[in-house]
């Protein structure tokens, strides 16, 4: 079992930064891939990042790519999403979740939301223009 708590979300202008963090229980995090995904009011959710269990291969979405960096630090059960030159349509629900996949290379197809198994409750970021 593993429980996630987002926090970092809130209000920001246009061109401003944010960073996400996903702080996750328990003492089996390491062996877990950990995504981020939004979602926006009338949207279907979305990945927007994903990283393998061990680090070594990263997903972004190409909305978000050169803009937002996805870290993970084990020693400290956490997950981190930066988000930089943020832009209204980065306006969402920001989600962590955990993926017990041992995936070692991370596709587009392959950051589905159906196969991660546990949620966090979910943090807001509203980006004003």
């Known amino acids: 079992q593993v429980h996630l708590v987002e926090s970092g979300g809130g209000l920001v202008q246009a061109g401003g930064s944010l960073r996400l963090s996903c702080a996750a229980s328990?003492?089996?995090?390491?062996?877990?891939?950990m995504g981020w995904f939004r979602q926006a009011p009338g949207k279907e959710r979305e990945p927007v990042a994903a990283i393998n269990w061990i680090g070594s291969s990263i997903y972004y979405a190409d909305s978000v790519k050169g803009r937002f960096t996805i870290s993970r630090d084990n020693a400290k059960n956490t997950v981190y999403l930066q988000m930089n030159s943020l832009k209204p349509e980065d306006t969402a629900v920001y989600y962590c979740a955990a993926d017990p996949r041992r995936i070692l290379v991370l596709t587009a197809t392959k950051v589905d939301p159906d196969e991660y198994d546990y949620w966090g409750q979910g943090t807001q970021v509203t980006v004003s223009s």
């Open positions: 328990g003492r089996t995090f390491s062996s877990y891939g």
